[in-house]
T-cell receptor, first 117, second 113 residues
Framework: GAGVSQSPRYKVAKRGQDVALRCDPI?????LFWYQQALGQGPEFLTY????????KSGLPSDRFFAERPEGSVSTLKIQRTQQEDSAVYLC???????????????FGPGTRLTVL | QKEVEQNSGPLSVPEGAIASLNCTYS??????FFWYRQYSGKSPELIMS????GDKEDGRFTAQLNKASQYVSLLIRDSQPSDSATYLC?????????????FGQGTELSVKP
């Protein structure tokens, strides 16, 4: 079956532009996570949705970052007024059940590589 | 102290050898542990999950968990050049932290033919 998909795969933005990154989770997956990965580092948590509810946004680095999942399926991560330090790979992952279920395995999409000039 | 610690490597092993990847974590409440493989330029791919103390084997991979020592490892037997990648350890914090994974920085493995 289809895995997690993300678009665009690559995005180049000028400093100050707004960007929107899309994630389409595995069909039927309840939980959706966004992570940010800098070069040479492991992914770092940004935010978590259970269905349409955003239950944890503690990892969002500033109020320029905003995420939504209005119908409990597709999610969008929006970054306003992009800065050079926002350059990274943005990864989306989904899991079948509630994120707090210890047995839930998270499956990652291919990521969006954002470069801010 | 970092929440999850892994040797960054690179760890270099000859083809056919056993590769041993180690990970320590700080949150004693973590109950579930995941190993991801990440090829250069690609996203993490789940290869093993382990939930209880002891060993769990899946093909050439064996995960080992010791909660008392807060230590989890991944052994790769009969290493192949195609195993060359970065391996990420990710404990799942306790229930009250919402299911997010905390990743180590990863260990780069290089298998030489």
């Amino acid at each position: 079956g289809a895995g997690v998909s993300q678009s665009p795969r690559y995005k180049v933005a000028k400093r100050g532009q707004d960007v929107a990154l899309r994630c389409d989770p595995i069909s039927g997956h309840v939980s959706l996570f966004w992570y940010q990965q800098a070069l040479g580092q492991g992914p770092e948590f940004l935010t978590y949705f259970q269905n349409e509810a955003q239950l944890d946004k503690s990892g969002l680095p500033s109020d320029r970052f905003f995420a939504e999942r209005p119908e409990g399926s597709v999610s969008t991560l929006k970054i306003q007024r992009t800065q050079q330090e926002d350059s990274a790979v943005y990864l989306c992952a989904s899991s079948l059940g509630a994120g707090t279920s210890g047995y839930n395995e998270q499956f990652f999409g291919p990521g969006t590589r954002l470069t801010v000039l | 102290q970092k929440e999850v610690e892994q040797n960054s490597g690179p760890l270099s092993v000859p083809e056919g050898a056993i590769a041993s990847l180690n990970c320590t974590y700080s949150d004693r409440g973590s109950q579930s542990f995941f190993w991801y493989r990440q090829y250069s330029g690609k996203s993490p791919e789940l290869i093993m999950s382990i939930y209880s103390n002891g060993d769990k084997e899946d093909g050439r991979f064996t995960a080992q968990l010791n909660k008392a020592s807060q230590y989890v490892s991944l052994l790769i037997r009969d290493s192949q050049p195609s195993d060359s990648a970065t391996y990420l350890c990710a404990p799942l914090p306790p229930d009250n932290q919402g299911g997010k994974l905390i990743f180590g920085q990863g260990t780069e493995l290089s298998v030489k033919p």
